[in-house]
């Protein structure tokens, strides 16, 4: 199975680099997590909605025809780490790759939400970007412990 993260912006804070790296890299060979980091538009004098479509044709492009597209977006779907844990055990029945988009400071363009085949929320709390990161890498490495029965998880 090959998970993977797009996510607007090349440079975050060292303590998020690190604890993204650190979890990406806890991964088997048959459970690979990999970060792909797309650029972000130069803010100078453009609007918000031409940001959003300059990064969305990157964003687009870095997605495969067969991948299942899940955006993260406030709006999203609630979801458990369990629940988390059991959409990744039908990914991998289904032979599904799932890629998780994480917008830039604008957010989303409505072009990359219509390619979504599920949008989803890691909080009902407004995130920063660099955080959003750590916190999906580790909830997909939760996830993938548990389905591992690993001893990472302990609930």
């Known amino acids: 199975m090959q998970t993977r993260i797009i996510a607007v912006g090349q440079r975050i804070a060292d303590w998020a680099q690190t604890a993204v790296g650190d979890y990406l890299s806890r991964f088997p060979r048959d459970f690979r997590v990999e ?22 044709e ?9 991948d299942f597209v899940v955006v993260l977006d406030e709006h ?20 599904e790759n ?4 994480i917008g ?9 939400k219509a390619a979504a085949h599920m949008t989803l929320r890691l ?5 920063p970007h660099a955080f959003a990161r750590v916190l999906l890498s580790e909830q ?12 990472y998880h302990r609930a």
């Not at 779907?77 to 059991?86: H, N, V």
């Not at 957010?107 to 990359?112: D, F, K, Q, T």
């Open 58 to 66: 990157r964003i687009l492009a870095a997605v495969e025809p067969d």
């Open 35 to 56: 970060l792909k980091e797309i650029r972000t538009e130069p803010r100078a004098g453009q609007t918000p909605a031409k940001l959003m479509a300059a990064e969305a």
């Open 98 to 101: 799932p890629v998780f988009i």
């Open 76 to 95: 999203g779907k609630d979801m458990t780490t369990m629940e988390l844990a059991k959409q990744f055990a039908r990914w991998r029945a289904d032979g």
């Open 104 to 112: 830039g400071p604008d957010g989303l363009a409505p072009e990359v």
């Open 140 to 151: 997909i490495y939760r996830a993938w412990s548990i389905l591992a029965k690993h001893p």
């Open 123 to 127: 909080s009902a709390m407004t995130l």
